[in-house]
């Protein structure tokens, strides 16, 4: 099996024993080089990516508790930009797509790349108390970890559709702004690193930030912001 293919799959079961991926939800893509793929399975995209662009991504409905090798197959994006080739045997890619393709083609320059996206219990409860960015960073900059590994804080996306464009080109507005992090209001988070555990380093650190956050607040305290955004 390919490193890529195992990272993912190691990472995914991981993800799922914290509880953050639960049934099919959650996905992961991480760059790689080149990629023969099956040119049968072919997906228009109503949106521009890179040229030439190719990842490995996790599959529509997998299941990370359980994720076997063919839950795992790389998307190549053809040289128009406009359309994709995957080489899953049964399925499609994750339907958050969009996303993995539109922040995998900002970051093209870079020679590796890995995006994680996850159900976070705590990160989804304090989005529904904290609702502003402002409000959230202040909250969960209570962390240590948190100015080391997300300096710039992280980004807020209101409620959007689960898979559409539109929650892809939101998140990618935040990176534009210089964040490395997004939270999906009421939904989940979006790290990206280098590799996978640097963003899972990233996500388990802003979970417990989230998690210290409630815990005082659910005390009637307020937490105190130890960090520079």
């Not at 949106?47 to 790389?74: C, H, Q």
């Not at 994006?77 to 995957?86: F, I, P, Y």
């Amino acid at each position: 099996m390919e490193e890529g293919k195992r990272d993912i799959l190691e990472c995914a079961r991981y993800l799922a024993s914290r509880g953050w991926a639960e049934a099919s939800a959650g996905n992961i893509s991480v760059r790689i080089k080149r990629a023969t793929v099956n040119n049968t399975n072919t997906m228009p995209i109503n949106y521009s990516a890179k040229p030439g662009l190719a990842i490995y991504i996790t599959k529509s409905g997998s299941n990370f508790r359980l994720m076997a090798e063919d839950d795992v197959s790389s998307v190549v994006v053809d040289e128009d930009g406009q359309k994709v080739t995957h080489d899953f045997k049964q399925g499609r890619p994750t339907s958050e797509l969009s996303t993995h393709l539109l922040l995998q083609s900002h970051f093209a320059d870079k020679n590796s790349l890995a995006i994680i996206h996850a159900h976070l219990t705590n990160l989804v409860a304090a989005t529904h108390i904290f609702r502003s960015e402002q409000e959230l960073n202040e909250a969960i900059f209570c962390h240590t970890e948190m100015p080391l590994l997300v300096p710039s804080g992280i980004g807020l996306v209101p409620i959007i559709t689960p898979g559409s464009v539109e929650i892809a080109q939101a998140t990618l507005e935040k990176i534009r702004q210089g964040k490395t992090c997004i939270a999906w209001a009421c939904h989940g988070i979006v790290s990206i690193a280098d590799n996978l555990l640097g963003a899972t380093n990233i996500v388990e650190a802003v979970e417990k930030a989230c998690e210290i956050a409630l815990k005082v607040k659910s005390a009637g305290g307020k937490t105190i912001f130890i960090g520079q955004l």
